[in-house]
């Protein structure tokens, strides 16, 4: 508080608001101290309130609830809004901006508030920490300052411009972001959580991928700047006039004065320059913000055709299309994809977080619950009947019991009703029993199914222009199936009980349709309301065929697993709903009331009110047209200058989130339900088997004698093992080598398979998934020869049948035949589709009858060989021989037809582009991936059949909609066909006949809804997102059946095609592409179905195997050495970066119409870059020299670059220097230059000089190589390439066959501007088809080439049609020709691109913390700097520091404790070489092993063993002496790291006790002078080891100084050098698990426990190895002893499998040849020590144990005999409560603490 008065004393003796009893009167300090104290009071009574509402309001909740509710009406009051052109307004406008200003003061208030709560910024949990409020106060301030600076202006007079108002600024679109707050509420939702949180955690890997997208986006803008600069800017004019030339329906295009580009071919036109460019100047690449502007929209796959035929127009089409279709190929299916896998990935995880906690088991449950409920119900209905049955017979006596006069006194009065309720009961309960056995009958449910199947064909017929009588028939059809629904029902209701019966939810909605359909009859009988109005809910009746999927397990899983997934996509499709919401009325606030334009056309996608804001942004996140509506929102902010193209920052922030990454959430989820499902179902497959495994054992036991019942339970045992994976000895046959994706080429030569050829051939499995060319290197098997005669004559032991034999199984006769398959599919492609008799066609037949002679004599040759068809292996029973008689029929009967007129041969002309499909029969690899995808086809079947199911319900409700209201007139004035006759004037802008005399036509929209078929298709374009908006806005105008369309007649029926899209396009179609994924990795996964390592385990198992060392190259020149060393420095990296930089941001500053200053300083930079790259790479070169430069992929790349800049550089000078004389062109002087030539040449660009100038650009893939995450990005993306390469054959042949059935069919349609099959875009020639096949399968338009294609359009001029024929080309199967092709493509190739990436992608979202392959790399690395000459070996004391220098998980990091890497190098236990090296293979492997913990517990030997199996069971053809070096095989005793690393542990901690000794007796035990250090290593292995290894192995361990020398020497870096040498000093004491009691029987004794640990802290340092050279040659017994038990054989010595829990220890027991003895004392002692030092593999190791009791004992000065007596004193002192043992004091003592 502070001192107002300025008086201490005044403060001590006053209270606050009281004067001080010293003054008589008040002065001035005392009314200011009253005041004061009133003030503080009043304020610490706020703060106070404020604490209780803000600070708490986890108690006080209202004010959260008053803050929502006010949010919620600003955004309602943001919606009403009605945004007008040049800021008019209304009424409702204007008290709408009043109501902002209350809005403002609620939300200021808030602000203020949290402020004085929480403060503001610099402290913990401050207002301004919290990024939502940070969003909130921003809002807020500038909502004050626009009202402010509009204060300001009032009072100063000065009236702001109508634009202008608030400042310049309209702060209400920031406001629009306030409906982001809500979001903090919903972040409480778990499901919600899961989506919110995969997104956000997804970023990281997305933003490398954004990275690399930006990258891409950059290179290929800068390529597109180089090629088409300037190139857009010529159209066709009017001669004299400013109009421009089109035809119509046609776009403005550039067009090429002399170039190749287009021609102007309107009479009166002539080509000149001035046009602004396409889209009003918006697409070109004239600069590099438009150039990355045109790439990125190209990207999305939406208007590149545009942009190809624009370019084309300009340039000529020769090579434009190279370019845009690499840029689709890489830019659209490959990297955005990407993004699909990562979402996928982080979606997956945070599923199985929040499954972990128990999802899917409750889904499990829920089902086991419904089936015992079932169950239970089922028990009860038959507990009724047998009820039943006993009631009767109790009842049966009543009828017959008694006199006549007895019963007729008894039935009086109440009797009497009592015997007819009775009876009524018993029927009753009759006809109830009936009716279930009735009800669950399968006749029943068939006959239900029937009515069902006719109801839907009932609804099926109805369409637009029926008859009177159908429609007659359908309603009495109707009103029938209703009834007969209702008789259901209430059969069903009546048999099961209503409890039972509402029980199932399809009963449920069964009941919910009948009664809607009942009331619907009521209803119109008594003429409420039209049959038409309710007439839709009849559809919804086609819902009942989902009720077959009950009787369909793996569709009922998927319907469960569907539900179960609900939450996810309500929480999805809420944030969608949100997101759609933000940017509709930030739409509304930027572009309301802005979209007129000039040219009078009404723009339906428009942001004038928030129902049709929310259409807009819903048609942008679905990516259809959504750049024509950003050309409109850059046109109404000013057009293609500075403010209006920032407009595009919008929509393309708005794509981006919404269509990459909301939308790829609905996949993500789809293809994780459907893994749920597939588990679902195998789930309940494996309990189906165990039953039926039960079910036969118990039948056959009871049949068969004892002797059998052995061998069958053996038998199921194994048949156990196949499915749960165990190996048995069966199993784990040398069986197929793995097919990873990951490795480029086998590195292991044939030689190293002995024995390959010998091993039978695997069989490959039908799987689709992808595999590498080297995987299926498969042999023919010859057939053999059936032993039936072919053709009656031909016997088996015919010569001329065994010739034939011969020579159709010859490789080179089937080589042959390829050939002719290939050069017959080259002529097919080569014919000219238009004339027929031109002279090409007519060489192709004679080539045609050769090649039908051909393949002719090929099936004559094979049915000799295996006869034709009657017999078992003969030709005609293999159905790809079928297909092959088939083409060749089809061609001899070409051949025998010759009038091209019949339509028939034209058919069997186009059938033969069969042939190419003959190769699948003779490239195994090829037939091996045709099998799969047919696999995969199969699995589809039940997506398939629901998403027909849903589309044709769909279609009926549309039909119910919409039939026959999609008729119009051209002239828009009239609105029915009658009206629609004789002639109307029509108005064009900007055309030189400004009004034209039109005739009146009735026409129907393209796509309708007159029947379920034309809806079918109409619907199938929607979920394809092609024209959907086109369709809608058709719907929204349509009127009443056979009357023209009113402007926004019902908007509201737009929620038809929302609610389809989602449901169809976002959620049945993710499903589809999901199911192939999931398939795919499935059966890639199917062959390992047994195997017990998981894929990641497999891969870096297969790294390890087949890495090899790295040469790194250091030279031994001095100078040369210099130069290295600058090259590698990083330094001289950043220095290469800049210049890329500063290079690219050269190639950038280029524009169109630049100056010549510009030009020529762009020239200067371009040869001083070229300069120094070229001066880096002769750098290099020295340094490297040529063999070591060019080992390097990037170096070659930079190789190439530098030559082809060079070339640039030369060509550019002779050029500049030959200008004067004309140009390149005019060596020789041109006296006459053709002013036309001139401008071909500038209009086409020389190819050769815009090559090399491409090298200039390509430098900047160089960056690529600089970052990280990127290069993994780009290594992944090129081996996942590997795995296409049958797949990518598969697609051309796709793309050949529909190609070449186009030409056919669809090639002689004119080529007509204006329409969609123009000079651009025809079946004409074969590049140009498959150009049309590229475009329909990236989606861009498909359906209106599609009705291009139809019948009846106009034949092209040079075609043969007859007088009269001129509008016959087309065919109605263009319909059938691309929907199948656009659903092969669509979902065939782009779901091969996702499945290979999600397989390949997965390392960027896994755990990091989890060893992947992509982190093997980096061992290669820092192995190569400690083997330079890549001799694949390094000393073991080097493993430790190389270890310490990679980071987890697959290094120790340089903080790793020392006790923790001895554990880590114990377990690792690599093979030590006779000099004391460990290999390449074997550390990595090793490495791999023990972080995976592949085969690392059990006994040692026997995981050994097993991991070697499964390694030549997946891997067979890795070499043996690989093998062995990575896994020494039983009975190679040999001198590992991790034997050694041990005794050195047990003797540091033996050092440390010493240590502790002499502080606690003061004295340390007399030594010899030759044994007076103890040793570190093996000393028991003196006489057998080399010198080296001593060397290497052996040393003082207390010498610390020699260490610190060898490390000087080994000149290693100071942060590997610490005090102590080899683990640096950071010490972990060793201390013993407290109190463990040890239950292994000691001889007589009773359970022992563990009394004595220790805790103190050591100061020492721990000791380390050196490379000492004074080694001990002390051969005592205990040497021999100790040689003795290491150097046996494991026959000899064997140790059971130790087994430890949290709670006991148990120690193995060491048996000798057969004979089980007592364990000693001192080796359960060592093993316990073991045990808790964390080796408990190497407790097991009865040798090992051996070894180390013999070194204890020469350390301890003690006989083997003496340590005995003395462990055996320490344990039965344990036993006793811990009393020391009199015998040997001391030594027991050492002992003790020692343990």
């Known amino acids: 508080m502070p001192d107002p008065g300025g008086t201490a004393e005044l403060v001590r003796t006053t209270e606050p608001g009281k004067l001080p009893e010293t003054c008589d009167e008040p002065d001035l300090a005392g009314v200011l101290w009253r005041v004061w104290g009133f003030w503080d009071h009043l304020t610490d009574q706020m703060l106070m309130v404020v604490y209780e509402v803000i600070w708490l309001r986890g108690h006080w909740m209202p004010f959260e609830i008053i803050i929502l509710l006010t949010i919620f009406a600003n955004c309602v009051a943001l919606a009403v809004f009605m945004p007008m052109p040049e800021e008019d307004t209304n009424n409702t406008n204007s008290n709408l901006e009043s109501l902002e200003y209350i809005f403002l003061i609620i939300f200021t208030l808030e602000c203020f508030l949290k402020i004085v709560a929480y403060g503001l910024l610099f402290h913990a949990d401050a207002y301004l920490r919290n990024c939502w409020n940070i969003l909130d106060f921003v809002i807020v301030t500038m909502g004050l300052f626009t009202i402010v600076v509009d204060f300001i202006n009032n009072i100063s007079g000065v009236e702001a411009p109508v634009e202008q108002k608030g400042g310049g600024f309209d702060m209400k679109a920031l406001r629009a972001f306030r409906v982001l707050r809500p979001l903090r509420l919903v972040s409480g939702v778990p499901s919600l959580q899961v989506v919110m949180s995969s997104i956000l955690k997804s970023m990281l890997p997305l933003f490398h991928i954004s990275l690399l997208v930006f990258f891409m986006v950059t290179i290929y803008a800068i390529i597109g700047l180089e090629l088409f600069k300037c190139k857009m800017h010529k159209s066709c004019y009017y001669t004299g006039t400013e109009i421009i030339a089109t035809v119509e329906n046609e776009k403005a295009s550039p067009c090429a004065e002399a170039g190749n580009g287009r021609r102007c071919t309107v009479n009166g036109t002539m080509c000149r320059p001035g046009w602004p460019g396409p889209n009003n100047g918006i697409t070109h690449f004239d600069n590099l913000g438009f150039s990355m502007l045109t790439v990125y929209q190209c990207i999305t796959t939406q208007g590149w055709t545009d942009v190809l035929y624009w370019v084309n127009d300009a340039v000529g089409m020769e090579w434009p299309w190279l370019y845009f279709v690499t840029l689709i190929l890489l830019g659209s299916f490959f990297i955005l994809n990407m993004v699909l896998g990562v979402l996928c990935g982080e979606f997956t995880k945070e599923r199985e977080k929040s499954s972990r906690s128990g999802e899917y088991q409750k889904l499990r449950e829920r089902q086991q619950l419904d089936e015992d409920l079932k169950g239970y119900m089922e028990w009860i209905a038959q507990a009724e009947v047998m009820d039943n049955d006993q009631d009767r017979q109790g009842l049966l006596p009543l009828q017959e019991g008694g006199s006549d006069t007895e019963s007729l006194y008894e039935l009086e009065g109440l009797n009497r009703l009592m015997y007819y309720v009775r009876h009524a009961r018993r029927w009753n309960r009759f006809f109830r029993r009936k009716c279930r056995v009735w009800v669950k009958s399968k006749l029943f449910y068939w006959l239900v199914f029937l009515l069902v199947f006719f109801n839907t064909l009932v609804i099926a017929t109805e369409h637009h222009m029926q008859s009177q009588s159908l429609t007659n028939f359908q309603e009495s059809a109707n009103k029938a199936l209703l009834s007969l629904f209702a008789v259901e029902m209430v059969l069903k209701m009546y048999a099961l009980g209503l409890p039972s019966y509402f029980m199932s939810l399809f009963n449920r909605f069964d009941c919910f349709v009948v009664s809607v359909g009942i009331l619907e009859l009521i209803l119109v009988h008594m003429g409420v309301m039209s049959a038409m109005g309710i007439s839709v809910m009849r559809c919804i009746r086609l819902l009942r065929l989902i009720k077959v999927t009950k009787y369909w397990t793996s569709l009922s899983n998927l319907v469960a697993s569907l539900l179960n997934s609900v939450r996810s996509i309500a929480s999805l499709l809420l944030l969608l709903f949100l997101f759609i919401v933000i940017f509709a009325l930030l739409g509304m606030q930027v572009f309301g009331g802005k979209f007129n334009f000039t040219d009078q056309k009404v723009r339906r996608s428009n942001f004038d009110n928030f129902p049709q804001a929310l259409i807009t942004v819903f048609q942008i996140l679905t990516g259809e047209d959504w750049n024509s509506v950003m050309y409109d929102g850059i046109m109404a902010h000013g057009g293609p200058a500075m403010p209006g193209i920032l407009v595009s920052i919008y929509f393309i922030i708005l794509f981006i989130c919404g269509n990459y990454i909301l939308l790829n959430v609905f996949l993500a989820i789809a293809v994780d339900n459907l893994a749920e499902a597939e588990s679902l179902t195998s789930a309940q497959k494996e309990k189906a088997e165990e039953k039926k495994r039960k079910k036969l054992l118990r039948a056959n036991l009871s049949d068969r004698g004892d002797e059998d019942k052995s061998t069958l339970a053996k038998k199921l045992a194994e048949q156990r093992a196949k499915t749960e994976g165990i190996p048995t000895t069966a199993k784990l046959k040398v069986d197929e080598f793995e097919s990873n994706v990951n490795e480029i080429k086998d590195p292991f030569p044939p030689a190293d398979f002995p024995g390959d050829d010998e091993e039978e051939e695997p069989e490959i499995p039908t799987s689709p998934r992808p595999r590498?060319?080297?995987?299926?290197?498969?042999?023919?098997?010859?057939?053999?020869?059936?032993?039936?005669?072919?053709?009656?004559?031909?016997?088996?032991?015919?010569?001329?049948?065994?010739?034939?034999?011969?020579?159709?199984?010859?490789?080179?006769?089937?080589?042959?035949?390829?050939?002719?398959?290939?050069?017959?599919?080259?002529?097919?492609?080569?014919?000219?589709?238009?004339?027929?008799?031109?002279?090409?066609?007519?060489?192709?037949?004679?080539?045609?009858?050769?090649?039908?002679?051909?393949?002719?004599?090929?099936?004559?040759?094979?049915?000799?060989?295996?006869?034709?068809?009657?017999?078992?292996?003969?030709?005609?029973?293999?159905?790809?021989?079928?297909?092959?008689?088939?083409?060749?029929?089809?061609?001899?009967?070409?051949?025998?037809?010759?009038?091209?007129?019949?339509?028939?041969?034209?058919?069997?002309?186009?059938?033969?582009?069969?042939?190419?499909?003959?190769?699948?029969?003779?490239?195994?690899?090829?037939?091996?991936?045709?099998?799969?995808?047919?696999?995969?086809?199969?699995?589809?079947?039940?997506?398939?059949?629901?998403?027909?199911?849903?589309?044709?319900?769909?279609?009926?409700?549309?039909?119910?909609?919409?039939?026959?209201?999609?008729?119009?007139?051209?002239?828009?004035?009239?609105?029915?066909?009658?009206?629609?006759?004789?002639?109307?004037?029509?108005?064009?802008?900007?055309?030189?006949?400004?009004?034209?005399?039109?005739?009146?036509?009735?026409?129907?929209?393209?796509?309708?809804?007159?029947?379920?078929?034309?809806?079918?298709?109409?619907?199938?374009?929607?979920?394809?997102?092609?024209?959907?908006?086109?369709?809608?806005?058709?719907?929204?105008?349509?009127?009443?059946?056979?009357?023209?369309?009113?402007?926004?007649?019902?908007?509201?029926?737009?929620?038809?095609?929302?609610?389809?899209?989602?449901?169809?396009?976002?959620?049945?179609?993710?499903?589809?592409?999901?199911?192939?994924?999931?398939?795919?990795?499935?059966?890639?996964?199917?062959?390992?179905?047994?195997?017990?390592?998981?894929?990641?385990?497999?891969?870096?198992?297969?790294?390890?195997?087949?890495?090899?060392?790295?040469?790194?190259?250091?030279?031994?020149?001095?100078?040369?050495?210099?130069?290295?060393?600058?090259?590698?420095?990083?330094?001289?990296?950043?220095?290469?970066?800049?210049?890329?930089?500063?290079?690219?941001?050269?190639?950038?500053?280029?524009?169109?119409?630049?100056?010549?200053?510009?030009?020529h300083l762009s020239d200067m930079l371009n040869v001083i870059f070229t300069v120094l790259f070229t001066v880096e790479m002769i750098l290099k070169l020295g340094a490297f020299k040529a063999k070591g430069y060019f080992g390097d992929p990037w170096n070659v790349f930079d190789f190439v670059i530098v030559v082809g800049s060079i070339v640039d550089v030369i060509l550019s000078e002779i050029d500049a220097a030959l200008a004067a004389q004309g140009g390149l062109y005019c060596l020789t002087g041109c006296a006459d230059v053709n002013p036309m030539q001139t401008i071909a040449d500038s209009e086409n660009m020389s190819v050769s000089i815009t090559l090399f100038r491409l090298f200039r650009v390509m430098r900047l893939v160089k960056l690529l190589n600089r970052f990280e995450g990127i290069r993994n990005l780009l290594w992944t993306f090129i081996k996942s390439f590997q795995a296409l390469p049958y797949v990518a054959l598969l697609i051309v042949m796709l793309f050949f066959i529909y190609a070449v059935i186009g030409m056919q069919v669809f090639g002689k349609i004119a080529l007509i501007d204006g329409t969609v099959i123009n000079r651009n875009n025809n079946f004409q020639t074969f590049p140009q088809a498959v150009l049309v096949l590229f475009r329909c399968a990236t989606g861009e338009g498909w359906q209106e080439v599609m009705l291009g294609c139809l019948y009846g359009q106009r034949c092209d001029p040079k075609s043969d049609y007859l007088p009269g024929e001129e509008f016959t080309c087309g065919a109605g199967f263009a319909v059938i020709y691309f929907m199948s092709f656009y659903m092969l493509c669509a979902f065939l190739i782009i779901n091969l691109f996702v499945a290979v990436i999600m397989d390949n992608f997965d390392y960027l979202t896994r755990d990091w913390s989890i060893l992947g392959p992509h982190h093997l790399d980096e061992f290669k690395k820092i192995w190569a700097e400690y083997d330079p000459e890549a001799t694949g070996r390094i000393k073991h004391l080097d493993v430790v520091t190389l270890l310490r220098r990679i980071q987890p998980p697959l290094g120790f990091g340089k903080f790793c404790p020392h006790r923790v890497a001895c554990k880590r190098l114990i377990s690792m236990n690599m093979p030590l070489n006779s000099d004391g090296t460990v290999t390449f293979n074997a550390t990595l492997f090793a490495l791999v092993r023990t972080a995976l913990r592949i085969k690392t517990e059990g006994n040692f030997q026997q995981a050994n063993e097993e991991l070697r199996a499964i390694i030549k069971k997946i891997w067979k053809r890795t070499s043996m002496k690989l093998l062995d070096q990575v896994i020494p095989p039983i009975g190679d005793d040999e001198v590992t790291v991790g034997k050694f690393y041990a005794t050195f542990l047990i003797q540091e901690h033996f050092r440390k006790f010493m240590k502790r000794q002499e502080e606690y007796y003061g004295y340390r035990p007399a030594k010899n002078k030759t044994t007076n250090e103890i040793q570190a290593g093996l000393r028991s292995i003196e006489d057998e080891a080399a010198p080296e290894l001593q060397r290497a192995i052996s040393g003082d361990l207390l010498n610390e100084e020699e260490m610190d020398r060898a490390m000087d020497e080994a000149a290693e870096e100071a942060i590997y050098r610490r005090a102590g040498g080899l683990f640096g000093n950071h010490v972990d004491p060793f201390s013993l698990q407290r109190g463990t009691p040890l239950p292994t029987q000691v001889t007589s004794q009773r359970p022992l426990h563990v009394a004595d640990s220790r805790t103190e802290e050591v100061e020492a340092s721990p000791s380390y190895l050196s490379y000492a050279n004074n080694y001990n040659t002390n051969n005592n017994t205990s040497d021999s002893l100790a040689r003795r038990f290491l150097y046996e054989g494991v026959d000899s010595v064997q140790c059971s499998s130790a087994s430890s829990s949290t709670s006991e220890l148990r120690f193995p027991a060491c048996s000798r040849g057969a004979v089980q003895g007592p364990v000693s004392a001192a080796d359960l002692l060592i093993q316990e020590v073991l045990q808790a030092g964390g080796v408990a593999l190497l407790a097991a190791d009865c040798s090992f144990v051996a070894v180390t009791k013999v070194e204890m004992a020469a350390a301890l000065h003690l006989s083997l005999d003496q340590l005995e007596r003395t462990a055996v004193a320490i344990l039965n002192a344990r036993a006793r409560g811990g009393a020391r043992s009199p015998a040997t004091p001391t030594n027991s003592d050492e002992m003790q603490n020692l343990v």
């Open 772 to 1159: 590498p060319m080297a995987d299926l290197q498969l042999k023919e098997t010859v057939v053999p020869m059936p032993e039936a005669s072919s053709f009656f004559i031909f016997g088996p032991q015919n010569k001329f049948r065994k010739l034939c034999h011969r020579i159709i199984n010859a490789t080179t006769f089937t080589n042959i035949i390829l050939l002719f398959i290939l050069l017959s599919s080259i002529s097919l492609a080569a014919e000219d589709p238009i004339d027929p008799m031109s002279f090409r066609n007519q060489v192709l037949a004679y080539a045609d009858i050769v090649f039908t002679s051909v393949f002719t004599a090929e099936i004559v040759l094979k049915m000799t060989t295996y006869g034709a068809f009657l017999h078992k292996g003969s030709f005609c029973r293999n159905s790809f021989n079928i297909l092959d008689l088939i083409v060749v029929g089809v061609s001899l009967l070409s051949m025998g037809m010759e009038s091209s007129a019949i339509s028939v041969v034209k058919i069997l002309r186009v059938l033969r582009v069969l042939r190419p499909l003959r190769a699948i029969n003779r490239a195994k690899g090829l037939k091996h991936v045709v099998q799969c995808v047919f696999v995969a086809i199969k699995t589809i079947g039940n997506i398939v059949l629901v998403t027909m199911l849903l589309d044709f319900m769909f279609a009926c409700i549309g039909v119910q909609l919409f039939k026959g209201k999609f008729y119009r007139c051209t002239d828009p004035l009239k609105m029915t066909e009658e009206e629609c006759r004789g002639t109307y004037i029509h108005y064009q802008e900007k055309a030189l006949h400004e009004m034209e005399i039109r005739q009146r036509q009735w026409i129907n929209s393209d796509f309708n809804f007159d029947n379920i078929l034309n809806g079918m298709l109409a619907l199938f374009t929607v979920s394809t997102f092609e024209g959907w908006p086109k369709l809608l806005y058709t719907a929204i105008d349509s009127n009443m059946e056979n009357r023209g369309p009113v402007y926004n007649n019902r908007t509201e029926i737009s929620i038809f095609f929302i609610v389809y899209l989602i449901l169809i396009a976002f959620f049945m179609m993710n499903i589809f592409v999901g199911f192939v994924i999931v398939t795919f990795q499935e059966q890639g996964e199917q062959e390992y179905k047994n195997c017990e390592l998981d894929k990641n385990q497999r891969q870096c198992v297969q790294y390890a195997l087949k890495a090899r060392p790295l040469r790194c190259y250091i030279p031994k020149n001095p100078y040369q050495y210099q130069v290295w060393y600058i090259v590698t420095s990083c330094y001289f990296e950043y220095l290469m970066f800049l210049l890329i930089m500063l290079n690219t941001m050269c190639l950038g500053m280029q524009h169109c119409n630049q100056s010549e200053h510009i030009t």
